[in-house]
């Protein structure tokens, strides 16, 4: 019997779609790899659940940190791009697959632009540059001023509409299809009423994002709740360093803001901007070697240190002193713009800012093309865990990354589809649709901004696991916002069970009980769901393909 469209309790899929490859989002990662599997023969479909152009990464401002021979100076080099980036990543990065990803990066921006991707040219033609924190050079190339990953977003959405690539939009992916043998052969979806569907595929790639909406205030979209990270540990994927979010150090503060809050990209810092606190004193001085510029985690967790002494009285907010940048209008028309909504001039008033949730540097473990643990189940872009950003993302690395690995996942897959390695779609079976246990978002996310965010010790973490185990429901309704919550639900319970195991601090995991690294934690944590759906630990899975 056909379920009613307006049933929320309905879990039967009333409609059914096939494919080779399944591709969940629709952001960098997403539409690059869509396009690129297209153009390989593959029958493609895109699943969005919101309007195409609306992932995060139209929100990144900064750039993409990329070395082009022709177009840079020569002191610089993808060698040492690479050094950054392994610096950055407090000793976790994976060092092979940080430099193969790396070195993708010309190749991979000059199809972007060829594709029709305009980037900030300086006066003699070549490409603008600027520095963003932890980078030893001018390698950050950006468009409209602080909008790349607009003008991304925009050239690739313009080609795969040229492409005729099938997109469905505000359909949310929620479990994956699996045959008797532990293949991945399709995912269940809910469209916008929460009509379920079911989408066959040999090959599922979750292209989703991140994990920013745990939090109460970060720079990712409302729809960032990881629906792909759960999806997979569903599936039966490992995840790697979860506890690793990176907080960005400069979000607009405003007071009593919850959600996503505007961004003050670092490149504004990289343009000679400071941060000062309530009484006007700099807030990094003494703290790095590189000052203002030092890698993301050092500066956020300097801020937070820098309001908990509230000095000037100020204790839940710093200042960005921009007002010595000749042009900020111009250079910088997004953050000039936000600011003004505040009454703000950047041009002669300090700009109140304060960390946010913004990345999350682990994911899905995966190859540098994508394969995860689990056959016919691929991860790109923030979702993922290739090994490029260890303990710590190196400023603009996340859109090169999704450039690069898009590419390489959608040959992977075709490759792996001609070599007969994946799954006949017609042998996955329906998850069972049952309850969707969840906590309530709201407390959730105050639980993680008070215990798991900048700064956790092991009272605090055992006080979050506890308030989530006790606000644990079971909803009988399938609608977005349920799928949502239970996604978030197991993201924050993988969390803290990686985060109260860690007792050292390295790159965005700092504990104030364990303040200093510790060589013995020297390596990445695994993590699945056990056969109960709890989070536990777990031994790494040897992943075939490219290392």
């Not at 006007?280 to 703290?287: C, D, E, I, Q």
């Not at 203002?292 to 000095?311: C, E, F, G, Q, Y």
Request: hydrophobic letters at 45%; charged letters at 20%; aromatic letters at 4%.
């Amino acid at each position: 019997m056909t379920a009613p469209v307006n049933d929320p309790q309905a879990k039967t899929p009333v409609w059914e779609a096939r494919a080779d490859l399944v591709v969940i989002g629709s952001g960098v990662a997403g539409l690059t790899a869509a396009l690129r599997a297209q153009a390989l023969g593959l029958h493609v479909l895109v699943v969005t659940k919101a309007a195409v152009a609306d992932g995060n990464t139209r929100w990144a401002q900064g750039g993409v940190a990329v070395v082009l021979e022709n177009e840079h100076d020569l002191d610089d080099s993808v060698a040492k791009h690479a050094e950054d980036t392994i610096t950055a990543g407090a000793g976790l990065c994976d060092e092979v697959a940080a430099r193969s990803i790396l070195d993708g990066g010309p190749a991979a921006v000059a199809r972007l632009r060829a594709d029709g991707a305009t980037f900030d040219s300086s006066g003699d033609g070549v490409l603008a540059r600027t520095r963003e924190g932890g980078h030893s050079a001018f390698r950050v190339i950006h468009a409209g001023g602080d909008a790349t990953g607009a003008e991304v977003e925009r050239a690739l959405v313009a080609q795969a509409g040229q492409a005729r690539v099938p997109v469905l939009e505000h359909h949310l992916a929620v479990d994956a299809l699996r045959t008797p043998g532990g293949r991945v052969a399709g995912v269940t979806v809910l469209d916008r009423h929460g009509v379920p569907g079911v989408v066959r595929a040999s090959a599922v790639l979750l292209a989703s994002g991140g994990i920013g909406q745990l939090y109460q205030a970060t720079s990712n979209p409302e729809i960032a709740t990881g629906d792909g990270l759960a999806l997979a540990l569903r599936a039966g994927a490992t995840v790697a360093d979860i506890e690793f979010v990176q907080f960005h150090p400069t979000v607009l503060y405003t007071p009593g803001a919850r959600g996503r809050c505007p961004l003050v990209t670092e490149a504004v810092r990289g343009e000679g901007a400071t941060l000062v606190d309530g009484a006007g004193l700099p807030v990094m001085r003494g703290v790095h070697p590189l000052g203002d510029l030092a890698p993301r985690d050092v500066v956020s967790a300097a801020i937070t240190r820098r309001m908990a002494t509230a000095p000037g009285g100020v204790d839940d907010h710093v200042f960005l002193d921009a007002t010595g940048i000749a042009g900020f209008a111009q250079r910088f028309p997004t953050v000039f713009a936000a600011c003004g909504v505040l009454g703000l001039d950047p041009a002669s008033d300090p700009i109140p800012v304060t960390p946010a949730a913004h990345f999350s540097c682990g994911g899905v473990v995966t190859t540098v093309d994508g394969r995860s643990s689990v056959p016919g189940l691929y991860a790109a872009g923030e979702v993922a865990r290739t090994g490029l950003h260890g303990a710590n993302r190196l400023a603009s690395n996340s859109l090169l990354e999704g450039l690069v690995v898009g590419q390489r996942v959608a040959e992977a897959v075709a490759a792996d589809l001609a070599a007969g390695l994946l799954a006949d779609p017609a042998r996955g079976r329906l998850p069972s649709w049952t309850t969707a246990r969840a906590a309530e978002r709201d407390s959730l996310q105050r639980v993680m901004s008070r215990y798991a965010a900048i700064g956790r010790d092991a009272d605090g973490l055992a006080a979050a696991g506890s308030a989530l185990d006790l606000s644990v429901e079971d909803s009988t309704l399938w609608t977005h916002a349920a799928v949502e919550d239970a996604a978030l639900t197991v993201v924050a319970q993988a969390l803290l069970a990686a985060a109260v195991r860690r007792t050292e601090s390295r790159g965005c995991h700092v504990r104030t009980d364990f303040p200093s690294p510790s060589e013995s934690w020297r390596r990445s944590q695994h993590i699945r769901l056990s056969p109960s759906g709890q989070p536990v630990l777990a031994d790494p899975i040897p992943l075939e393909g490219v290392a």
